[in-house]
């Protein structure tokens, strides 16, 4: 059995300029994802793929291997991750090299450790299922949302939940944009439009998305406080 980590860092970032690299609590916040990777002792290769040389010399500074860069098709707005997991997959083919198990870690996942990728595995190697993702439950539930219509009035979205209380509800979760594990030949190789997923639940202190400058100030306070404790 061999196992790839994939480290998605493409250049452009328009809304946090230099996002992949930018200093998050003392280090380029790329570094906490190779750390991670590197230290989970689960990989035969830990690379980035990435379109953009500052980014590959960081990234190698930090231990990572980047062999070769994206191809301008999966280096545009319009790419998937899919679309450059399937180049990296097929590159690495070409060269001799094939991965049973491959760990998508997002560069701007601070929060993602060696125990999580560790722990992660252990449960999806096991699972039969072609995809794994860490989730978190709604703060808010989703059913609770309003809607401005074209009149300007405000209304339930899901008026039936109007009455409803929260611990009578479904709870619903969404993705935290951490890291994803694939089966190589029944997920990213097979070309279904959707995989079986199975998941493994994160708190919510442990989850920040970052979006713009507001949200990575505050992923920097929970980090600090998930690192004190």
């Not at 998050?24 to 991670?36: D, K, L, T, V």
């Not at 049973?100 to 993602?112: G, N």
């Not at 929260?166 to 944009?177: A, I, N, R, T």
């Amino acid at each position: 059995m061999s196992n790839i980590a994939v480290i998605t860092a493409r250049g452009g970032s328009k809304r946090i300029p230099r996002k992949n690299i930018k200093n998050f609590c003392g280090r380029p916040i790329i570094a906490y994802s190779i750390e991670a990777a590197l230290g989970a002792d689960l990989f035969d290769e830990v690379m980035v793929s990435t379109d953009d040389e500052e980014i590959a010399e960081i990234a190698k500074k930090y231990g990572a291997k980047v062999p070769f860069y994206r191809s301008a098709e999966t280096s545009g707005d319009f790419a998937t991750t899919m679309d450059v997991l399937r180049e990296v997959v097929g590159m690495y083919e070409e060269r001799g090299q094939n991965y049973d198990y491959l760990c998508c870690i997002y560069p701007t996942a601070p929060f993602v450790t060696s125990e999580k990728l560790k722990n992660s595995f252990a449960k999806f190697k096991d699972s039969g299922f072609e995809m794994m993702i860490p989730v978190v439950e709604f703060e808010y539930p989703p059913q609770w949302g309003l809607r401005i219509d074209k009149d300007g009035y405000l209304q339930y979205r899901t008026p039936e939940y109007a009455n409803v209380k929260k611990h009578d509800m479904e709870p619903l979760y969404h993705d935290v944009g951490q890291f994803q594990w694939f089966n190589v030949k029944e997920g990213i190789l097979s070309g279904k439009k959707l995989l079986r997923m199975n998941t493994v639940i994160m708190p919510d202190t442990e989850v920040q998305d970052i979006d713009n400058e507001s949200d990575w100030e505050l992923a920097e306070m929970k980090y600090r406080m998930f690192t004190a404790k």
